[in-house]
C-alpha cells in the first residue's frame, strides 16, 4: 500500500534522512526502530506530507504523492499520529475527535464518536474534558483516536511509546494490536526501543543516521542480540 | 433621569465600540493577531460605502451588503498578501505591520475623499422612541440589535460549526491543525475576511452618528481596545459587554462636571491598568499561567 | 595597503610588537571614527565644500580601519560620523535634529525592544514629557535652556518608572495595548491639565544657540543646535552601547530571550524589565528637550500615538537589535513622514501616508532584522577579506 523510494529529506546544510526505501503492504504492521536522531520522525514527517523531502518518491495505494499536501495526504486515507501527541490542549476530547474528522465530508455526530470509542474506554467518559488534562496514557489514546477519526486506511505511529509508563505502553500495545487484527488497519509503527514494536509488527526495521541499516521478522525478533547488533552498528 | 438619559444614549455608542471590538476578537481567535488597523480600514470600506449611497444611488441595505461582501474580500487580500508572509515573524513585527496597514488605509482614504466629514444615512428614519423621560432613538437600537446579532452569530459560529472548531484549533496548536488536514491559511484568511467585514458594518454605524471623516475612528480604537481587555480577547460576548461597559462609563464620567469629557480617556486608562494587573487576561478571558 | 608593510624585514622584531600593539589598540571602533570625523572637519574648515569633506571622511574610514584591521562595522561607523558631521553644511541643519531627536528616541526602544524583547507605544509620551518639562521650566520659570535637559531626562526617567513599573507586567498584546492607551491618553491629559501647560496653544520658546564661528567655518544657529545635539546624541550612543555590551546587557537579552530561564539563573526579571523602561524613557526625554529648543514650541497633539508610532517604525524598519539600526529607521522614518506632499499617481494626489504604511510594510515582510539588518549583512559578505 505504502512504498517509499531513496527518500532524502534535507534541513539546510543537514541531511536527516539520506536514502530510506521501504514497503508497507496492506494489512500489515511495519515497524520502524532506532536511535535518537536516525531520522525516524523526519520520515513520518515526510511521508505525511509535513515536511518537504528533498528527493525520492512516495507511493501511497500505487499513486504517487508528489507534493500533495498534508490535507490532501489526510483526505486520500493516509494520516500521521504524531511524535508528542500534539493534541489541542484548550479543545475537549470531544472537539479533538471532530477535528480529526475535519477532511471527511459527511457530518461527525453522536454516534461515531461511539464507533470510534469502541476501543477507547477510557475515554467515554471523559469527552468534554480539555486534552491538556488528561494523563499521559488517555492523551495518547485520544491522538490514536483522533487519527481514526479520519478513517484512514494507512496509519503511521510517531513513537506511541515516549514519555509513558510500561503498563500504559502494553495497552497503548494492545490498542494498535487490535487495530491491525479488527480493523485490519495498515501502519508504520516508529518507536526508539523495541518493545512495543516487536508485539505489533510482522517485521521491523532498524534506522540509524539516516539510513535502514537492517531489517527482521517478528521470529527473529525473539533474538534480542541480533537487533542490537545492528543497532550499535 | 439626566444620567440615565445619557447612559441610554451612550448605548449607541456602545454598539460600534462592540463590533469594532468583536472585530478584534475575531482576528485574536482565528488567527494569534490583533488588528490594529481595523479601525482605519472600516474607515476607508465606509467610505465606498458612501460612494455607493452618493454616487451610484443604492439603498441602505442593499449597500451594506455590497460593503460587507468588499470588505471581506480586503480582508482575504490583506491576509494573503501580507500577514500570510510574514506568519512565522515575531509579534513585535506583526504588530508593527498593522500599524503599517493603519497608516496605509488612513492614508487611502486622505487621498481619494475630502478630510471634512459628511454626514452618512442611518439605517431607519424615524421619531426616537420615548418611554417615560427616555428618548431612544431608532438607529440605536437598529446599531445594538446589529452588533447583539453579530455577536451571537459569531458565539454559534465558533461553538458549533466547523469553521471555528478549525478557528479554535488553529490557534491552539497549529502543527496538530496541519496533521489533521485542516490547512491554516486558509482558517486565517476566513477569520481576516470576517473581522474586516464586521469592521465595515460597525464602519457605516459610526459615521451615521458623527459623520464619515478619515479621523472618526480615532477614539473608537482605543475604546474598543479596552473593551476587548476588559471582556478578554478571547470572547465574543466579553467584546460587547466591554463595548457596552466602556460607552456607559465614559458617558457617565463626562457627565460629571469635575471629571468632563477630557479627563474620560485617560481615567479609561487607569481603569485597564487596574483590570490588566487584577486579571491579567481580562474579566471573561481564559486564565494563562505567567511570570509577573 | 596592510599592516604587513609595517613589518619589513630589517626592522622585524620592533616592527612586529609594534603593529601587533596598534592592532590591540584599534580594536576599539573609534579611532577610525575620529580620524575620519577629524579629517572631515578639516577638509570642510579648508576647501569650504560638503562634498569634498565628504569623500575625505569616507576614505578615511575606509583606509583606517582596514590599515589597522577592525574591521567592516568600524568602517561604517566611520563613514556614518563623516556624514553626520558633514551633513549640516549640505542639508537643511533644522531637519538633520529632527532626525537626531528620533534616532535618540529610536534608541531608547532599542533598548526596550532589542534588549527586553518589550514593545511600549507610549514613546511619543515620554518624548513629550521631556519637551513640555524643557518648555515649562524655561516659560514659566525662567530657566535657561540648556540646564532644563537634566530636567528633562530625569522627569522623563521618573514618567518612565511610573508607566514602566505597571506596563512590564504585562507582556505581548496586553503591553501593545496599555502602552497604545497612554499614548491616546497623553494629549487628553495635557489638554486637561489646561492652563499650567499652555493649554491647546501649547507653549514657545526662544532660540537656544547664537551663530557662531569656528575657524573659517561660520555657523548658524540651527547648525550650532545640530552640532549639540550631534554631541548629546554620541554621548548617548556610547553610554547605550556600553550597557548593552556589559553583563547588564547580557542580562537584558536573556530575560529577552527566555524569562523562565533568566529567572532560574539568579536575574531578575522585573528589575530589568522596568529599568529598560526607565532607561528607554530617560533617552526620549533627552529627545523631547532637544526636540522642543529645536523646534521651538511644544503643542498637545504632537506627542500621541501617531508620534509613537514613528518610533516603532524606526526600530522595526531600521533594526531593532543594534543602536545603527535605530539610526537609520530614524533616517528613513523623516524622509518618509515629510519629503511627500503627495505623489501623483494617474492624475490623484496620493497622501504620503501611503507611501509611508506600504514602505513599513515591505520592509517588515521582505527584511530580516530590518535595514541595518540586510546592509551589515551584504557589507560583511562583501567585505575585503584578510588572511588571518
Not at chain 1, 496514557?137 to 515516549?162: K, T, V, Y
Not at chain 2, 451571537?152 to 488553529?170: E, P, V
Not at chain 2, 491554516?184 to 458623527?210: D, F, I, K, R
Not at chain 3, 517588515?364 to 559578505?381: D, N, P, Q
Amino acid at each position: 500500500m505504502l512504498e517509499i523510494r531513496d527518500l532524502q529529506v534535507r534541513y539546510g546544510a543537514v541531511t536527516a534522512v539520506q536514502a530510506v526505501s521501504l514497503e508497507v503492504t496492506a494489512e500489515d504492521v511495519v515497524g520502524l526502530i532506532g536511535p535518537n536522531g536516525a531520522g525516524k520522525s523526519s520520515t513520518a514527517l515526510a511521508v505525511a506530507g509535513l515536511i518537504r523531502t528533498s528527493s525520492g518518491s512516495v507511493t501511497f495505494d500505487g499513486r504517487s504523492l508528489g507534493s500533495l499536501s498534508a490535507a490532501g495526504r489526510v483526505q486520500a486515507g493516509l494520516v500521521l499520529v504524531p511524535q508528542g501527541r500534539q493534541l489541542f490542549p484548550s479543545l475537549s476530547v470531544a472537539d479533538n475527535l471532530r477535528a480529526g474528522a475535519w477532511r471527511l465530508h459527511q457530518r461527525f455526530d453522536r454516534s461515531d464518536v461511539g464507533e470510534l470509542l469502541r476501543d477507547f474506554p477510557a475515554l467515554h467518559d471523559r469527552l468534554e474534558q480539555p486534552a491538556g488534562t488528561l494523563s499521559g496514557g488517555e492523551q495518547q489514546m485520544l491522538a490514536l483516536a483522533r487519527a481514526l477519526a479520519s478513517h484512514p486506511r494507512f496509519m503511521i505511529l510517531d513513537e506511541p511509546s515516549m514519555g509513558l509508563s510500561p503498563i500504559m505502553v502494553d495497552r497503548v500495545a494492545d490498542v494498535i494490536g487490535r487495530l491491525a487484527s479488527e480493523r485490519g488497519m495498515t501502519m508504520l509503527v516508529i518507536d526508539q526501543g523495541i518493545g512495543l514494536v516487536r508485539r505489533v509488527a510482522s517485521r521491523v526495521l532498524v534506522m540509524a543516521q539516516g539510513r535502514i541499516v537492517g531489517e527482521q521478522t517478528a521470529r527473529e525478533l525473539a533474538d534480542q542480540s541480533a537487533v542490537e547488533a545492528m543497532y550499535f552498528r | 433621569m439626566l444620567l440615565l438619559q445619557d447612559v441610554v444614549s451612550a448605548l449607541g455608542a456602545g454598539a460600534v465600540y462592540a463590533l469594532v471590538a468583536l472585530a478584534l476578537v475575531i482576528v485574536f481567535r482565528a488567527t494569534g493577531v490583533v488588528n490594529f488597523a481595523a479601525g482605519e480600514i472600516a474607515t476607508f470600506t465606509t467610505f465606498v460605502a458612501w460612494e455607493l449611497l452618493a454616487d451610484v444611488g443604492l439603498g441602505f441595505w442593499l449597500t451594506l451588503v455590497i460593503v460587507v461582501g468588499f470588505s471581506a474580500l480586503v480582508g482575504v487580500v490583506i491576509y494573503l498578501f501580507i500577514m500570510h508572509p510574514a506568519l512565522k515573524k515575531p509579534e513585535f513585527v506583526i504588530v508593527m505591520l498593522t500599524f503599517g496597514l493603519f497608516e496605509l488605509f488612513n492614508g487611502l482614504s486622505n487621498t481619494f475623499w475630502d478630510p471634512s466629514p459628511r454626514s452618512f444615512p442611518a439605517p431607519v428614519e424615524g421619531p426616537p422612541i420615548v418611554i417615560g423621560s427616555i428618548f431612544i432613538t431608532q438607529e440605536s437600537i437598529v446599531d445594538g440589535a446589529i452588533a447583539i446579532l453579530i455577536m451571537l452569530l459569531l458565539m454559534a459560529i465558533f461553538r458549533y460549526t466547523k469553521l471555528g472548531l478549525g478557528f479554535r484549533a488553529t490557534t491552539d496548536n497549529r502543527f496538530a491543525a496541519e496533521v489533521v488536514g485542516i490547512r491554516p491559511w486558509q482558517m486565517y484568511a476566513a477569520g481576516w475576511a470576517m473581522a474586516t467585514a464586521m469592521g465595515g458594518v460597525g464602519g457605516m454605524m459610526l459615521a451615521n452618528m458623527l459623520g464619515l471623516s478619515a479621523s472618526m475612528m480615532g477614539n473608537v480604537l482605543v475604546f474598543a481596545l479596552v473593551a476587548v481587555i476588559i471582556g478578554g480577547l478571547e470572547s465574543p460576548l466579553g467584546a460587547v459587554v466591554g463595548g457596552l461597559l466602556i460607552a456607559v462609563v465614559a458617558a457617565v464620567f463626562s457627565s460629571l462636571s469635575f471629571i468632563g469629557t477630557d479627563l474620560a480617556t485617560p481615567l479609561m486608562l487607569v481603569i485597564v491598568i487596574i483590570v490588566l494587573l487584577v486579571r491579567p487576561s481580562g474579566l471573561f478571558g481564559q486564565r494563562k499561567a505567567g511570570l509577573l | 595597503m596592510s599592516a604587513a608593510n609595517l613589518e619589513s624585514k630589517s626592522r622585524v622584531p620592533a616592527a612586529r610588537r609594534t603593529a601587533a600593539h596598534l592592532r590591540s589598540v584599534a580594536r576599539r571602533t573609534w579611532i577610525p571614527a575620529t580620524v575620519s570625523v577629524v579629517l572631515t572637519l578639516a577638509t570642510m574648515a579648508t576647501t569650504a565644500n560638503a562634498g569634498f569633506a565628504l569623500i575625505a571622511g569616507v576614505v578615511a574610514a575606509f583606509l583606517t580601519s582596514r590599515v589597522l584591521g577592525t574591521g567592516p562595522q568600524s568602517a561604517l561607523v566611520g563613514i556614518a560620523l563623516a556624514g553626520a558631521v558633514d551633513a549640516p553644511f549640505a542639508y537643511s541643519a533644522f531637519n538633520l535634529t529632527q532626525i537626531l531627536v528620533l534616532a535618540i528616541g529610536a534608541w531608547g526602544l532599542v533598548i526596550l525592544g532589542g534588549q527586553t524583547g518589550q514593545i511600549s507605544v507610549a514613546q511619543g509620551p515620554f518624548v513629550g514629557v521631556g519637551a513640555y518639562t524643557t518648555a515649562v521650566l524655561s516659560a514659566r520659570f525662567g530657566v535657561p535652556l540648556l540646564a532644563t535637559i537634566p530636567a528633562a531626562v530625569v522627569i522623563g526617567a521618573i514618567a518612565g518608572l511610573l508607566i514602566g513599573i505597571p506596563s512590564s507586567r504585562l507582556r505581548g498584546i496586553y503591553q501593545v495595548i496599555t502602552t497604545l492607551a497612554v499614548a491616546v491618553s497623553f494629549p487628553t491629559l495635557l489638554l486637561a491639565i489646561g492652563d499650567p501647560v499652555g493649554g491647546s496653544t501649547g507653549i514657545a520658546m526662544p532660540e537656544p544657540f547664537q551663530a557662531a564661528q569656528v575657524g573659517s567655518v561660520s555657523l548658524d544657529p540651527t547648525q550650532v543646535m545640530y552640532f549639540f545635539a550631534l554631541a548629546c546624541a554620541l554621548v548617548v550612543w556610547v553610554a547605550l552601547s556600553r550597557i548593552i555590551k556589559s553583563r547588564h546587557g547580557t542580562a537584558m537579552r536573556a530575560v529577552r530571550q527566555n524569562e523562565v530561564v533568566a529567572a532560574v539563573n539568579g536575574i531578575s526579571v522585573s528589575h530589568y524589565r522596568i529599568t529598560s523602561f526607565v532607561l528607554s524613557a530617560a533617552c526620549a526625554g533627552l529627545a523631547g528637550s532637544i526636540s522642543a529648543m529645536s523646534v521651538g514650541a511644544v503643542s498637545p497633539d504632537s506627542f500621541g500615538m501617531l508620534y509613537s508610532i514613528q518610533f516603532l517604525v524606526a526600530v522595526a524598519v531600521g533594526g531593532a537589535d543594534s543602536l545603527m539600526g535605530g539610526l537609520l529607521g530614524a533616517i528613513a522614518v523623516f524622509w518618509l513622514t515629510t519629503s511627500f506632499s503627495g505623489i501623483p499617481i494617474g492624475g490623484v494626489q496620493v497622501s504620503n501616508e501611503v507611501a509611508y504604511g506600504l514602505v513599513i510594510i515591505l520592509a517588515l515582510v521582505v527584511l530580516e532584522g530590518g535595514l541595518w539588518g540586510a546592509v551589515s549583512g551584504v557589507v560583511e559578505s562583501r567585505w575585503p577579506k584578510r588572511a588571518t
